[in-house]
Every structure is written in C-alpha cells, then in structure tokens.
C-alpha cells in the first residue's frame, strides 16, 4: 500500500503509515491490481503537493500515485 502522511488534508486515511521526511498525498492504486507501478509526482520552487495531485484523476488506475511536499519552505 502506499503510505499516508502527516498532513491532515490527507485524501485517504485507510492508506498504511510510513515515516517519510516530508509530507505528502497519496492515491492507491486500484484493488486487486497484482503488481501497481508508482509514480511519485515533485512539484518545482513555488508550487506545492496539491498542485500535481490534480493530475491523479487522469492517472490509469494500475498507478499508486504520490505528490511530495518539498522538506523545505521558501521565504
């Protein structure tokens, strides 16, 4: 399973915990898929996570898909 984050707009709370160094959301992949890929999505200076989650909904559903928030905030 993909793992959840600790931000609490988080859009799945079933997804399983992973102690990562910076948050992030997360969008399984479809039950029963026997092998799903991973696409992590990055965001670049002065954007955020929420932007490339967006693109999910058109991701094939096989994808676990998972939008990082940078660890680092810009002044």
């Given amino acids: 399973m ?6 609490p707009t988080h859009t799945d709370p ?6 990562l160094p910076m948050s992030f959301l997360g ?5 029963g898929t026997e092998q799903p890929w991973l ?3 990055m965001h670049g200076v002065g954007s955020h996570e929420k ?4 693109l999910a909904r058109w991701v094939p559903a096989q994808f676990h898909v998972v939008s ?8």
């Fill in 39 to 41: 696409l992590v999505l």
């Fill in 2 to 7: 993909i793992p959840t984050h600790t931000d």
């Fill in 68 to 75: 990082l928030r940078a660890p680092y905030a810009m002044g």
């Fill in 14 to 19: 079933t997804l399983s915990p992973l102690d």
């Fill in 27 to 31: 969008r399984p992949a479809a039950a």
């Fill in 51 to 54: 932007d490339l989650f967006a």
